[in-house]
């Protein structure tokens, strides 16, 4: 038996449906789902994604079942339209298009008008009783077909059209008749034979030739490129199916049109229609963003019927897929046809309003609508927007269409490849650009904004911006944009290449220069609603890493429910204290080192008090001091010379003391517990501290749950001595100030060895939280400020796929934490275990610590967000304990 | 019921034997052992052991039950003899001497004589008809109860004793007769009187002092110390018993004397009888070294039939205890007594001469031979001898007894503490004393050799050096040791405090100045023979880590079976050579570089060429390039000038590369399989170089099995990816060349990700090579070049019990090699499996190495031999596979 390869749809029978979208692609499947909802969609059909897969398997070859099936779906297309392929009187047209399983918006090729030739142009010239109308589809077609088939640079037929304009002296399209078309169709066909390509005139032929070229652009560099941006993981894919469809016109004359419809608004997530169009024109003419299309709102004067049947069908479409709908239409001579419906990109605020109103419109549950936004979506739904102050005082040179919220400073460059270039060397740009296309996405992605002066806020250069949440203007008519003399012009302002602008998303404005950016404050509306519906499905914890009560504040207002990482050392570096600190180094007794620590103390209790009050009532991990003690003491010969003084030590002893203290292998080197074991004196002040601003905060009432981490245990008998210190010191100071504190002892684990005597520690510790940075760079034997070195080079060769430092390496680290949990758990099952390190806010990392079984992941305040609907995500995609090929 | 406490031997009755030695000490079960054996032991008891436990973990209180049962043997005692203790007509007098299960030589103290006072005195006058015999027993008893139950200083006795001498005019004791020993006596028990002591009279009370005394001294810091020295961990040991043996008297005249024996000579092996003796003696006067005894053979003459008895004894012993004896005797009257009877202590060589004698006597079995030798004696066999060509120049100063073999040179040093000082800041030192004493331990430990100018071949200095297998040479007589001065003087020549002197062990010659060592060559004679024992013995496999064809010599020398560790980088350091390697490094492209490493292929042939044709038939472990890049470029200003010079390129230009090889944690960056990663072409040069070298040696029908190993990975995928071009690049010369040679792919595990990943690894590899240096460092997140500044506060508060990097650390990073090799083994039954960490030449860690099952271990050369002996007494201790908790 053959493989079922062609799947139809029309007004007798449709073969596929909505949930085939892994073999029909999206596009294909929602075309055969409209069709079985009974909604106006031309007929055609779709060649699955495995004909796709087979290509590429087979060293570009179409299995030989193809054929029969295709041309029997042909047969069926012409049976059912009552028109013929190539036939001179009625001929059959059909577009051709890509599709895949998720969707790539421009990233695949389309071909319409398929089937014309010199004879079927006349066919649709009787057909349409419109030559000009034929002769523009045909020359259309020859030009798409040698651009996407054959490879014909798209410039030689805008040249060869503009001719014909400079000859009959007109500058538009709409200006040319038929018999300038023909003209154009003439010479379109020598451009072939410069190429010493032939254009078919046999429709079959056209076809074919159109079929391998969409599966051919499944592996060009923008399709492997965007794939590569959007995480496409090419082995979940087998590639792109092809739609043959019948073709209807936009572009018939004035009661014909095209649009793009959104059945919320994809900016901002409102419920109301939303879209433009373009009378007498067809669908590329408003994707393209080169005439500039009217409102929907504008077609219910047009054509109200019209407009009343498209709402409708938007109700209709929303509610059945149950997300927003992106639809493409089109009016042939006042009768409507959906072409397409999809999930609406949006932009991240948008994403977060429609989960939480389809909730509220109970169309989705929570689960659902925790999966429906992006965590990196959150994260820039937090990014900054410009200092109001600065904003006063910045230079406004302009306005286009607000494309894609957020606020975006940089130094503007011309091109996409400069902008990747200049972003890999850490510099800030914003890719200026008449307009986008397919090539600009690298530099897109890389820019810190994009700003056109071309399209609107359906056109590229909008629609990847949204996706990518990159700040976007648009269609920024008023500024020039010189690609010749690269500089821009706007309200008499003259600003070159790499000079400074401020592009602001939200209102569409741009600013000369460099505008100062801030963190919004908090969370509020539906973002608040989302997170807490997040909180509601995930199974983790969300703790925040907070130095200070300015960080604990913002954790607190993100959400974080405590503190799981509070690093002393960065208390030890104010003005006021760091001399303290360093007298404490060079002390040549431990009596000397107390006497300084003793001044340290009041500081620290007050660091402790001011991050309890904050977290009050949450637990608030305190990491006792971690680096070496080098990192505290001067380095240039200046500095050297002016602490010895302030310490009142010659320079050669200090010196000295600084010299003893350096490392060759820092990391490895001289911290952590180790440096509590041979100056117990240090891990006893912080301790106090600890203690007594718990106790005094307890005093006035409030409630305060810390816990005492050591760092880089690596051996049980390391933990038991500072734990026994620990505990004698808090038991003695609870017990003088006859309060009722709670507190816990718990450890960074983070050393390899730790991993492998989790069940030693774990039976001494409330509480093990996993430094997923130093575990990584142990683990690997990865210096984390020396990898730069060799790690594109693994990632290139696939050694690692990705970056272990951002995501946690499942396989190995990830094994040797399964280990010290197994070990830990063993002997204690009460124990709280959490990751600290920077995986905590890591989407991936997070979906890690939920399947592992963990309690709680720490992150830096501003990713709080991100990681409590990472967490939700995780676990509505896996019930925690499901056994997953991690 | 009470617990038994007191072991009871006499002719009617023996309660103890030999195999008690927990709960009797050596001596008890020793001394019961040979009354079984009906040899002439005076009769006795002993407190086990168990009472010194319970002293101790009591609080220093001896057990209720214990009083009954010892006045019960007391009485026994007195019964069996018909004397009576106390009596003043014929008094029973007993020794009180410690005796634990492992002899501890000077460390415990004794007392003899216990039972006199001013009563029995007259007892023992009338009993002996020797009044002057009694009384100097009572003084020396008196004396010796003050200075060890009571602390009273040795040196206020002495003075007294010499107030006597002075007083009478007359210079040794044997010139005092009755009446000065009563003077004596008197003056003694002024001073208890001075020092705030009272001497008892009542014997019982005399008993219970010392049998406390005894206990207490199981904890004084020289005993503490030597169970430290000698790795007698002490919660082994229950602690020390007390033996109350029946005094014998050597000192009751002519007809009466004290040695020492040996069945064997100590010091080479040699099968022949070997001892000393004085005549009128008591023992303490041998150890003491403070009278110069007269050989064994002497006794023949003076005493044929106690010579006859005696040695009969000795072989009766030697055979019955299956190892050589070390024997204390008495005659007393011409009655022989054996006081004691322990396996000797003996030199290096001689243990292993024994070991092999004994085997072929037929007494002893391989396995047992084995275990009789420590594996650091082997080493200490293999220790430097003086070279001949310098000895014939140097000033050879004066000669002593050969006491313990080797050669040492050091500066002098005339206190132990001094020794001890000195060695900790790395200094060479020679411990010179007049005698040495249980003070001097730590010092003579410390020390390269010692060297004293009185005592002899059985005086504390001798005994002690040869257990520590320190060169000594004792009894010097003819160098002067002038403590107050600092200073020697010998054969005209002065040699000051912290100069220089040098002295041969085997000889007994000293020399001025430092003489220059050397190694001795191979293995031979009874070394040989026993390590082929060991070979038979073990299931451990023996490699060497050599990187040049000299070592790999030495190494077969000593029975290594192929190569583990050929450290590549080595081989790039010639004058020739450094500077087509940094031509290397500083190369800007691929081609620059393959250019440069083009040149540095044919050295690379002729290296392994020579390690293959060393160890022709045996594998031969080559590891690709290991260190970063940095290594190999120069530091300093000036070096940089010279080589920018030499490369023709600018020092600017130079520089850069320099900074750019610059590493923050050298010890987990660019190094390893990630160079190899980076710039293929390097492995790539390698790989051609061994497998040309073996191809080149194949053709002149050499047997050549290279293993390549890569080192420091961590992902299965680094190893494929440098296998494949290893395996691509090496079956191509292979057939090119038509031979038929066959190589291994192998990896270094020694970051901890790989022990984890191991089955996959394992998979893939020929071979896995335990890195233990790197997996410690990696584990334990110990930077080899920095934890200096933390372990010994480590070590001292028992986290770690030894240094992680001498001895593996089986909990933690035994516990990663257990996963590496289950997981490697579940994967690929037929990985062969070793250690190459310095770790490979420890004994305690190759014993771990047979436990886990490892194939082979690898160590420098010089180790080999110690590998050989621990491997074997491994597996004469363990069953491999058999369950240890480690």
């Known amino acids: 038996m053959s493989k079922k390869y062609v799947y139809v749809w029309n007004n007798r029978r449709v073969e596929g449906n909505a949930k085939m979208k892994d073999i029909l692609g999206g596009k294909g499947a929602n075309l055969a789902e409209m069709a079985l909802l009974g909604l106006p969609v031309p007929p055609g059909f779709t060649i699955s994604t495995e004909v796709c897969k087979y290509y590429w398997d087979n060293g570009m070859k179409l299995p030989d079942d193809l054929k029969p099936a295709v041309e029997q779906a042909m047969h069926e297309l012409e049976e059912v339209l009552g028109k013929k392929f190539g036939d001179n009187d009625n001929p059959l047209l059909v577009s051709v298009r890509s599709g895949a399983a998720v969707s790539m918006p421009g990233m695949m090729d389309t071909i319409l008008n398929l089937g014309l030739n010199d004879v079927s142009v006349q066919g649709l010239a009787k057909q349409t009783n419109n030559e000009r109308f034929a002769w523009d589809s045909y020359r259309r077609f020859i030009q ?51 190429e010493g390509k032939s254009f078919p005139q046999d429709p079959m032929e056209q076809l074919w030739i159109s079929i391998e070229a969409v599966f051919r652009s499944w ?42 419809v959104f059945t919320r608004d994809p900016s901002t997530g409102e419920k109301k229609y939303y879209g433009e169009f373009l009378m007498n024109a067809q669908g590329e003419d408003v994707v393209a963003g080169i005439r500039t299309p009217q409102p929907l709102d504008e077609l219910k004067n047009i054509m109200p019927d019209v407009y009343k049947e498209l709402t409708e069908i938007m109700d209709k479409l929303e509610h059945h897929f149950r997300d927003m709908q992106d639809i493409e239409f089109t009016v042939e001579r006042g009768k409507l046809y959906i072409l397409q419906t999809r999930n609406g990109k949006r932009t991240p605020a948008a994403a977060v309003k429609i989960a939480v109103d389809l909730v509220k419109e109970g169309l989705i549950n929570k689960q659902e609508a925790v999966m429906r936004v992006d965590p990196a979506d959150i994260e820039k739904l937090l990014h900054p927007v410009f200092d109001p102050e600065e904003l006063k005082r910045a230079q406004y040179i302009g306005k286009g269409l607000p494309a894609s919220p957020g606020a975006a400073t940089g130094k503007i460059v011309f091109s996409a490849e400069e902008a990747e270039e200049m972003a890999k060397k850490g510099e800030q ?103 807490d519906y997040a909180d509601e499905v995930s199974d983790l914890g969300v703790r925040a890493n907070a130095d200070v009560p300015r960080d604990a504040k913002v954790a607190r207002e993100y959400g974080a429910q405590g503190i799981g990482l509070c690093r002393t050392e960065h208390m030890f570096f104010g003005p006021e204290r760091i001399n ?60 050297i010379k002016e602490l010895a003084k302030t310490l009142g030590i010659t320079e050669e002893e200090l010196r000295q003391t600084v010299k003893e203290l350096e490392e060759f292998n820092p990391m490895m080197g001289h911290r952590g517990v180790r440096v509590a074991i041979t100056y117990p004196e240090i891990a006893e002040m912080q301790t106090k501290a600890i203690l007594l601003a718990a106790i005094e905060l307890m005093k006035e009432g409030k409630k305060v749950h810390p816990e005492i981490m050591i760092p880089l245990v690596g051996n049980v008998k390391e933990f038991t001595i500072l734990k026994d210190s620990i505990t004698q010191i808090a038991d003695e100071l609870i017990k003088e100030h006859n309060v009722d504190l709670e507190y816990k002892v718990g450890t960074m684990i983070e050393v390899p060895r730790a991993c492998v005597v989790a069940d030693q520690i774990g039976e001494q510790a409330d509480f093990f939280s996993f430094g997923t940075n130093d575990l990584t760079q142990l683990g690997l034997g990865f210096s984390r400020d020396d990898y730069g070195k ?97």
Chains 1, 2 share one sequence.
């Open 144 to 194: 798409m077909f040698g651009d996407v088939s054959l490879e014909i640079p798209h410039a030689k037929f805008e040249e060869a059209l503009n001719k014909v304009k400079r000859e009959k002296g007109v500058k538009t399209d709409i200006e040319l008749d038929a018999e300038d078309f023909k003209k154009v169709v003439e010479l379109y066909k020598k451009i072939y034979q410069e």
């Open 219 to 260: 592996n060009n560099p923008r399709a492997i490129k965007y794939r590569q941006i959007n995480k496409l993981d090419d082995k979940n894919f087998l590639g792109t199916a092809v739609n043959v469809v019948a073709m209807v016109f936009g572009n018939m004359g004035e009661d014909s049109g095209t649009g793009v």
């Open 429 to 531: 740009v914003i890719l200026v650009r008449p307009e986008t296309s397919a090539e600009d996405v690298g530099g897109m992605n890389a820019a810190q904004g994009i700003l056109t002066n071309r399209g609107g806020m359906t056109s590229h250069a909008a629609v990847v911006a949204r996706g990518m949440g990159k700040t976007a203007v648009v269609g920024a008519e008023n500024i020039l944009i010189d690609l010749k003399n690269r500089l821009i012009k706007a309200n008499g302002v003259v600003i070159k290449d790499k000079e400074w602008i401020s592009i602001d998303g939200n209102e569409g404005k741009v600013y000369a220069g460099k505008v100062k950016t801030i963190r919004p404050e908090g969370l509020a509306g539906e973002l608040a609603t989302l997170l």
């Open 580 to 639: 303290k600190m360093r007298r404490m180094i060079v002390s040549k007794s431990e009596e000397q080192r107390r006497k300084a620590l003793e001044e340290l103390l009041p500081y620290q209790i007050e660091d402790f008090k001011g991050l309890f009050k904050e977290m009050e009532g949450f637990s608030v991990t305190i990491r006792l001091l971690d680096p070496p003690l080098h990192e505290f003491v001067p380095e240039t010969d200046e500095q």
């Open 790 to 886: 060799f790690i594109n080079d693994y990632i290139e060769k696939g050694i690692y796929e990705k970056d272990p430092f951002q995501h946690i390496d499942r396989e190995g680290v990830g094994k040797l934490i399964k280990i010290a949990l197994d070990g830990g758990r063993s002997t204690n099952p009460h124990l709280k275990v959490g990751i600290c390190g920077e995986h905590g806010g890591d989407p991936e990392s997070i979906e890690f610590a939920h399947l592992v079984g963990l309690d709680y992941v720490s992150c830096s305040p501003y990713r709080v967000p991100v990681a409590r609907l990472a967490a939700a995500q995780a676990a509505a995609k896996y019930k925690r304990g499901k056994k997953v090929n991690y």
